[in-house]
């Protein structure tokens, strides 16, 4: 099993800046992606980011492209989503997620673990 764990959600003004990182522990397999998906109230849950942890390579929804910034850092198992520039329709549970394999999907039936969530809201 992998565990993944999500922290540094907040409340910000718009225009403001937040960095989420999600900590995974448990069953390592390489090479795996790890995904950022949200879910605004009332709405379905979406694809926000993603990265391949072998090759580096970054893919957003459009909504965040120039924005946000996903990383990972090899050595301590952790992916940061870096989000500036942020806007109130930026609100919502984010979610970090990873998936066995080094294809990056956009749809979350892709990914096999899920963390719990961290809330992020933005006032305007």
């Known amino acids: 099993q992998v565990q993944l764990v999500e922290s540094g959600g907040g409340s910000v003004q718009a225009g403001g800046s937040l960095r989420l990182s999600c900590a995974a522990s448990g069953r390592t397999f390489s090479p795996y992606v790890m995904g950022w998906f949200r879910q605004a109230p009332g709405k379905e849950r979406e694809f926000v980011a993603a990265i391949s942890w072998s090759s580096g390579r970054t893919y957003y929804t459009d909504s965040v492209k120039d924005r946000f910034a996903i990383a990972r850092d090899n050595a301590k198992n952790m992916g940061d989503l870096q989000m500036n520039s942020l806007k109130p329709e930026d609100t919502a549970v984010y979610y970090c997620?990873?998936?066995?394999?080094?294809?990056?999907?956009?749809?979350?039936?892709?990914?096999?673990?899920w963390g719990q969530g961290t809330h992020v809201t933005i006032s305007s």
């Open positions: 997620a990873i998936r066995e394999g080094d294809e990056v999907y956009v749809t979350e039936e892709h990914y096999d673990y």
